[in-house]
């Protein structure tokens, strides 16, 4: 308990230090790969702290340790991202962005501020705990193939060698004080799919003397419809959506080719790789069988993020002492990805959200939206939680 109120103490002393972190980053926002002057910041910041952290892992990303006692003992990891997506600010808030056309829209100002704070408070606490804490401040969340994977390849996992990692993202649907959990799988793979369909164009009143690839492409996309809702097993969730099928003819033309984009997602890395399998195989010969081509390619995206669920108790258990049985929620499965997946592949893995909604101020909105912000009240517990988590794993 004295552990616990010391953290808390902290949090509330290092509030104005974090939000003003947080809203330095949020008007000066970059796109992934690109966050040379934020990783500066974030260096700056943990020097000043006292702390020295490893640069240029992955490109712009950062790692620190922290040691306590007996530093060797276990290793826990805190990730953060630091990136920021293509989306114009539309809020009206002294720390809007300053950068037309890139905005903190997903909350990774919120992650990155709140894991320096998280810095601050550890190297207050080293003689408190035992073993090592290693902060990863993580570029290109946003953008394939992901800086996570790049990290890992760079060995950011290892050397100390890490026992488990701890997540955490806001939660614009979990009013702010809450936090919630779920164990086993939680977040879907990520792949986006490509398709040009190929024919023979020609005048619409003569069809017959052209191969119509809008045809064959509206054959395909239903087909492939059909390969999710006929050879996945139901209890696995899987989602394929179509979002852009350009097919440049007029009321009188029939085109050449058509280009379609769509992103595929599903729960389990075995059904993952046959879908995309059968999807290619159906999609080619489909266009073959009707007089055109078809070329079809994939990126290949994040796989899908497993809660480690003995890690995953553990840590909702440390949350209910510090934030109250009472705050804490359950979370559904969410078909949207997260590269924080390829830690979770390799490592013993929690990810968990920070409520930052609050109706009575207007803060609704979702994230990736142009509108989204936080209740900064969440600037407090933020810090403060993941701080006692990562004691509270290097105890367990």
Known sequence: MELEQKIKGLAKDFFDF??????????????????????K???????????????????????????????GKKTVALRADIDALPIEEQNEVPYKSKNLGVMHACGHDVHTASLITVAKILNELKSDFE????????????????????????GVLENPAVQ??????????????????????????????????????????????AVDPVVIASHIIVALQQIISRNRNPASPSVLTFGKVQADGATNIIPGEVYIEGTYRCMDEQWRAEGLEKMEKMARGMAESMGGTCEFWIEKGYPYLKNQPELTRRTRLAAEKYVGIENIVDLDLWMGGEDFAFYSQVVDACFYRLGTRNEAKGIVSGVHTPTFNIDEQALILGPGLMSYLAISELAS
Do not use: C, W
């Not at 020097?47 to 922290?66: P, Q």
């Not at 990692?165 to 799919?193: C, W």
């Open 18 to 39: 974090t939000v003003k972190n947080r809203r330095h980053l949020h008007q000066h926002p970059e796109l992934s790969f690109q966050e040379e002057n934020t990783a």
């Open 41 to 71: 910041y974030i260096s700056k910041t943990l020097i000043e702290i006292g702390l020295e952290e490893t640069e240029g892992i992955a490109g712009n990303g950062l790692v620190v340790l922290i040691e306590g006692s007996n530093p």
């Open 164 to 209: 488990s990692i701890l997540g955490q993202h806001v939660a614009p649907n979990i009013p702010v004080g809450k936090i919630g959990f779920r164990e086993g799988m939680y977040m879907a793979s990520t792949d986006e799919i490509y398709l040009r369909v190929i024919g023979k164009g020609g005048h619409g009143a003569a069809p017959h003397q």
């Open 131 to 154: 073993g090592t804490i290693k902060l990863i401040f993580q570029p290109a969340e946003e953008k394939a193939p992901g800086g996570a994977s790049l990290m890992i390849k760079e």
